[in-house]
């Protein structure tokens, strides 16, 4: 099934591309919840976070590899910043194409809610 996140990346609906490599594809959340919140997803298509499981070491650690150098090419390795993955009904996911949040620009409160 197509997502949004599929038109995104195919260039169909537009987006805040902050980063792309042959891994990975980040642009910013049109709702942000932090000063920057930018979403990343993986240019090899997978549904959802337990898709991992399936995914082979290269892939995965591909993937978590783009996260990381997308949150130092935002600037956030000095602060710090949160990766958060929503997953199913429980953890709010509402598009059913992998990505991570990424989180940063002021201090971040724990535990989430
Ligand atoms: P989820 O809730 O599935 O973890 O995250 C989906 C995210 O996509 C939400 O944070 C939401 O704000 C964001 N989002 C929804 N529609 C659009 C859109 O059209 N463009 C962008 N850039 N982000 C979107």
Do not use: C
């Not at 490599?21 to 919140?37: E, G, T």
């Not at 979403?39 to 990381?68: C, H, M, N, Q, Y």
């Not at 602060?79 to 199913?88: E, P």
């Not at 990424?102 to 971040?108: A, Q, T």
């Amino acid at each position: 099934m197509e997502t949004l996140f599929d038109k995104i990346l195919a260039g169909e609906i537009p987006a805040t591309v902050v980063h792309q490599d042959d891994d990975v594809f980040a642009f910013k959340d049109i709702n942000p919840q932090a000063p920057v919140h930018v979403l990343v997803i993986p240019k090899k298509r997978a549904r959802g976070f337990e898709s991992l499981k399936d995914a082979t070491a290269a892939d995965a650690g591909a993937f978590i590899a783009g996260v990381a150098r997308v949150a130092e090419k935002l600037g956030l390795e000095e602060n710090g910043y949160r990766v958060v993955f929503n997953i199913g009904k429980d953890g709010q996911q509402t598009v059913e194409y992998l990505h991570a949040h990424i989180l940063g620009g002021r201090k971040l409160s724990w535990p989430p809610g």
